[in-house]
């Protein structure tokens, strides 16, 4: 990233922070900052008591999960620090095929989605996740756009799709 060693252990030691260029230069490297908020957080979706995942968004970076959202679908463990993205497939596909939804997440214009489907990870266990509607929260931390979803399960005839939630 351009900078010199005495310089990351200031970073690490807390003394100082990357710029916002410098973090998206090690986000896309693969570290991310962390923080308070983003402790915290991974900590309340691995406790949740529902399927819940944590992503950086645009490829979906899996941050963490739920034991629930493991138990629904165990392979996912896998995909733990990488991107989502390639194993898309239904409604998630969509969305991310989406433009015009891409780009008013990535304004601030859409704070959530709202999504019903049957699965949306082309993972073995594809055929026997049942139907859910997962509510998915956006949010900004240090430049970067994170999404936090939490799903229930719904009767297996319920429409398939999804709603984004903008600011009003």
Request: aromatic share 8%; with cysteine; proline share 7%.
């Amino acid at each position: 990233v351009g900078v010199s060693q005495r310089t990351i252990s200031r970073w690490e030691r807390g003394e100082d922070k990357p710029s916002l260029d410098q973090q998206k230069r090690l986000r896309d490297l693969g570290w991310a900052p962390t923080g308070p908020l983003l402790k915290s957080l991974a900590a309340a979706v691995r406790h949740c008591p529902a399927p819940r995942a944590l992503c950086r968004t645009p490829n979906l970076q899996l941050q963490a999960l739920s034991a629930p959202a493991i138990e629904k679908r165990p392979s996912v463990t896998q995909w733990i620090g990488r991107d989502l993205a390639p194993i898309a497939c239904g409604v998630l596909q969509e969305m991310l095929d989406d433009t015009a939804l891409q780009k008013a997440i990535a304004k601030r214009e859409v704070l959530g989605v709202v999504s019903t489907t049957a699965s949306v990870l082309a993972t073995p266990e594809y055929d026997r996740i049942g139907v859910y509607r997962t509510t998915i929260s956006y949010f900004f931390h240090e430049g970067t756009v994170y999404s936090d979803a939490i799903s229930v399960l719904v009767s297996p005839d319920e429409w398939c799709g999804y709603t984004p939630i903008y600011i009003d």
